[in-house]
């Protein structure tokens, strides 16, 4: 689940930054979140993200019989990332640090994760690249005109799909430890590509609540770092809708 879904964490970072009451606050734009500072932490982000997806991509080898083999750091870059992600959800004042660091761990593994797809299903990877960039430039669109309005019902749906999918995932997870699988993951079929075309429906719609929740920190005044908690969630989105485009392209190739 998006970590940058919950709006009381920019509300307590408001409050904490606020002055005690009674007394006058006057502040400049370093001193708060604003839209400018929140859009260089994404560019940052995204920036490591893909210097790390590079050498994720070059560290994936393939022998002459046509084998692919993963790095052995695989592993241990997705548990560092899910710890790295875990610390700045509790602690968004380390953001400024960590959101970076997460970008660049995530980064090898998208990139080792991208290289293995593109040797299965040459061009995808791009085509995968293009799409989310598409349909990222669309949520904007239907953001910044209010075609599409962040109303709490909304987000509570939202939120909702998004819980739902993590679960599925975990229980997925469990039951290929013990030699089974979910047929709607990795099926070909009609059912497995309209269910991979709802989650990344899902994946799509989180980035609505992480530009929600950019506005509401800056009309809140909240403290300097979350610009960079901010760009974390947004990368945290679009690492996932990107590697869900994968998944349907995938299946797509597969029919």
Not at 106 to 113: E, K, R
Not at 125 to 130: D, E, I, K, S
Not at 134 to 157: G, N
Request: with cysteine; glycine share 10%; hydrophobic share 55%.
């Amino acid at each position: 689940m998006n970590p940058a879904l919950n709006d009381s964490t920019f509300e307590k970072a408001a409050a904490d930054w606020a002055p005690p009451s009674g007394q006058p606050h006057l502040v400049d734009d370093s001193e708060r979140m604003t839209f400018s500072g929140t859009l260089t932490a994404t560019a940052v982000c995204l920036t490591v993200l893909a210097a790390g997806a590079v050498v994720g991509w070059m560290s994936v080898e393939q022998d002459a019989a046509g084998n692919t083999s993963l790095p052995g750091w695989l592993f241990i870059a997705l548990l560092g990332g899910l710890g790295i992600a875990i610390l700045t959800i509790v602690k968004p004042p380390f953001a400024r640090f960590t959101a970076p660091l997460y970008s660049g761990v995530q980064g090898l593994v998208v990139g080792a994760i991208s290289a293995v797809y593109n040797i299965q299903y040459e061009g995808i990877v791009l085509q995968a690249v293009g799409l989310t960039a598409a349909v990222a430039a669309v949520m904007v669109f239907l953001y910044a005109t209010r075609i599409i309005e962040v109303t709490q019902k909304l987000r509570m749906m939202i939120v909702a799909a998004t819980a739902g999918i993590a679960l599925f995932y975990l229980v997925g997870m469990v039951i290929r430890l013990f030699g089974g699988d979910i047929p709607l993951v990795h099926d070909t079929g009609t059912l497995g590509i309209l269910f991979s075309l709802f989650v990344v429906g899902v994946a799509a719609f989180n980035l609505l609540l992480d530009f929600d929740l950019i506005e509401n920190g800056v009309k809140a005044g909240a403290p300097p770092y979350m610009e960079w908690y901010a760009a974390f969630g947004l990368v945290v989105t679009l690492v996932w809708l990107y590697l869900e485009m994968l998944r349907l392209l995938a299946k797509l190739r597969e029919r």
